[in-house]
């Protein structure tokens, strides 16, 4: 541990914030010896504010992190680190610096309309088109990784594109490269994703479903239902091989259990009971910490509309509209008029399904059940603009600490998606993706949708000023 006499009060001072904000006093961690290293040269200085690093330790008050190119080179307190000249300064005076935000389940060609058959049907040919509006609004809301779990392949590679050669603002995005399903005929041709519905009915052709996603750029595998254990076992080999993760559905009880010990590495919802019930069976539990199975509870779409039936003004979501060409948001918002008729998640509105989350979150926290921070975002009324940190405040009513969510939020789903070495947290070496927050999310979650400034590889996509939230 290497700190100077200056930061050590300061330090003190971060332990009172902790305390006050009610989660549990955790001591400093020591700075890695080179997080203070002062460098020659940056190209971008953040500069002030409270610093939340990504790991559990403190925050850091005076925070100030350096960029040089397209990562980090020092995080620290404006004490022990200087800004070099000729950087580019953004000042988070009073503000919060922290790691871009990384949502592990979203979908880039929904952006909250209600009917899936129209939304499809209108907007197939325009998939590109769509997910740059999806990008957009992910990125200028702190969200600077983003993983489709479903997207056409084709829009997607083209997307990603657009984004890392920076023609268009958005998030990095991992891909699955649409989904993998073992249906009837007929049941292919009536979803709304047929495009981008890979079907298959042998070993073999799970086998050669995952290996052409992988070589379409897949960064992650997504399983859908009706798969054999012998099919869910090869994609989880396939997976494997290459580094990557497989998630997705589950059906029933017998269902699940069969792919937590087939490999299946991700659960997606948090539907691992029965209907409204708020008891996980124990065999599930045991079976999901036995093969370290991650869950990514996604329960701001089971609550997005029953929200929305009780604050129906939340429809004019002011974020969402902003960042949505005005003929989208025109067919998204008719679509959006009475929350209450949506089949697709009925029941939302219940208190009992509020009740059971709550239980099946706690169950799983209580287990020391891996979970993650992922929301399907875009699927109806969860919008882009705000469902990750409506998730995060979900976590924190249910039962989770602060300063765990924001961990989870950014350096655990990293290490999840195997980029732990490259992105969730503010390491010099890592790629440069932060975000300056007006507010303290360790005091309010809800103070995220307040991110002023974002950075995404080094890249300023939003500073500070009038206008920036
Ligand atoms: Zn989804």
């Known amino acids: 541990m290497r700190l100077s006499a200056a930061a050590i009060p300061a330090l003190c001072s971060a332990a009172v914030v902790l305390s006050l904000a009610g989660t549990t006093p955790v001591l400093a961690q020591p700075f890695d010896g080179q997080r203070d290293a002062q460098p020659e040269s940056a190209t971008l200085a953040i500069v002030g504010g409270l610093l939340i690093d990504g790991h559990e330790g403190a925050p850091l008050p005076g925070g100030i992190v350096l960029v040089d190119g397209d990562r980090i080179v020092a995080a620290g307190s404006r004490e022990t680190l200087a800004v070099p000249d000729g950087a580019e300064v953004i000042d988070a005076t009073g503000m919060t610096i922290m790691p871009g935000l990384i949502d592990v389940h979203v979908h880039l060609d929904i952006l909250g309309h209600s009917d899936y058959q129209h939304w499809h049907g209108s907007h197939r040919p325009n998939y590109p088109a769509i997910m740059e509006v999806s990008a957009r609004q992910l990125l200028m809301s702190g969200v600077t990784t983003a993983v489709d779990l479903a997207g056409n392949p084709d829009a997607l590679i083209a997307t990603k594109e657009r984004v890392e050669s920076g023609a268009i603002p958005g998030p990095r995005i991992v891909a699955s490269m649409g989904w993998i ?27 050669a479903a995952a290996r052409t996603a992988i070589a379409q750029g897949a960064g992650i595998l997504k399983v859908h239902t009706g798969l054999t254990e012998a099919q869910l076992r090869a994609i989880a080999a396939e997976a494997d091989r290459n580094g990557l993760r497989v998630t997705g559905h589950v059906g029933d009880r017998d269902d699940l259990l069969m792919r937590i010990r087939s490999g299946q590495d991700g659960i997606e919802h948090l539907s691992l009971s029965a209907g409204d019930s708020p008891i996980i069976h124990p065999d599930v539990i045991q079976g999901l910490l036995d093969r370290r199975t991650w869950v990514v509870p996604t329960m701001i779409q089971t609550l997005a509309q029953g929200l929305t039936a009780e604050w129906p003004d939340r429809r004019d979501n002011p974020r969402a509209r902003a960042l949505t060409p005005p003929d989208l948001w025109a067919d998204i918002r008719s679509s959006i008029e009475n929350p209450r008729r949506f089949g697709y998640f009925g029941g939302g509105l219940r208190v009992s399904r509020f009740r059971a989350l709550r239980a099946k979150l706690r169950q799983l926290r209580d287990a020391g059940v891996r979970v993650l921070v992922g929301t399907d975002a875009g699927t109806p009324l969860n919008f882009h603009t705000d469902a990750t940190w409506q998730e995060m405040d979900l976590m924190v009513r249910f039962g989770f600490e602060p300063m765990e969510v924001l961990v989870t939020a950014t350096r655990r789903n990293a290490e999840y998606l195997g980029l732990g070495d490259e992105i969730g947290s503010l390491t010099p070496g890592k790629r440069a993706d932060v975000i300056v927050v007006d507010g303290n999310p360790l005091l309010s979650m809800r103070d995220l949708r307040n991110v002023v400034a974002v950075v995404r590889d080094g890249r300023v996509y939003k500073r500070p000023g009038p206008g920036a939230r």
Do not use: F, G, L
């Open 181 to 207: 399903t073992h249906w009837t005929d007929e049941e292919v041709q009536r979803h709304h994703r047929r495009t981008h519905t890979v079907n298959v009915r042998t070993v073999e052709e799970a086998r």
